[in-house]
């Protein structure tokens, strides 16, 4: 009896660290199949976020691209005029004067950007010179620069009348007193087009002359508060 316990004894000794190692075993292999699905996931998350990265720096530069070709419908010399755009982008000393017909005009840098900008999502369709005179969009301006820094100008350039005898600019029967940038942008360039409002109450916050609540009210929202704490501005609302 004695002899079989002995026996026994290490008979299950071995049974027990043979089946922890198999445990161990299996753990492992778990564990690596972990590591690797996780190694795995991780390296497909980062090559989608560099691609995603990757793709959004290319259609940037593709866009930028499209807009500098663009501009050969405006200058004579749009080539010479990119040149030296991106010259003076790095810093060089360059001076950029367009060309259209026998009319020489001068640009800094931000206002040949934004009027190649403007033609391309279509606000400018023409600059041309006319016996020494200028248009933009067949309307004659005095300098290029104020159809980027005057509202009023680039408002006529875009269809809207300034009625002197009543004094309000107007256009599709939109009437302000005063022109000003955000009309424009909200108007023209559809600041608020992703917004659905139909049907919707609106709280319009910092309302400023009540052009935003305006243009909610010509969306269809079903009621809109115009709020704005500036006393000239809401004066202006008023009007």
Known sequence: MLLLLTIHQPILLIRRVSSKAMCLRKYLKIQFLHDMINWKVSLYIMASLLFVKAKS???????????????????????????????????????????????????????????????????????????????????????INDVVYDPGTYARVLGW????????????????????????EIFEEDMYEILDVKGKIVVDIGAYIGDSAIYFALKGVKRVFAIEPHPDAFAEMLD
Do not use: Q
């Not at 720096?57 to 691209?65: P, Q, R, S, V, Y």
């Not at 001068?106 to 600059?127: A, Q, T, W």
């Open 57 to 143: 720096i290319l259609i940037k530069i593709l866009t930028k691209a499209k807009k500098a070709f663009d501009s050969r419908r405006l200058f004579n010399n749009w080539l010479k005029l990119l040149i030296k755009y991106a010259l003076k982008r790095v810093g060089f000393d360059a001076k950029l004067i367009a060309r259209v017909n026998k009319c020489a005009l001068e640009l800094n840098p931000e206002v040949f950007g934004i009027i190649v900008d403007r033609f391309s999502r279509g606000f400018i369709k023409s600059i041309e010179c006319i016996n020494h005179k200028l248009f933009v969009n067949g309307v004659e301006v005095n300098n």
């Open 161 to 184: 009348t300034y009625d002197a005898v009543h004094g309000f600019w107007y256009k599709d029967n939109i009437k302000f007193r005063y022109m000003r940038t955000p009309i424009l």
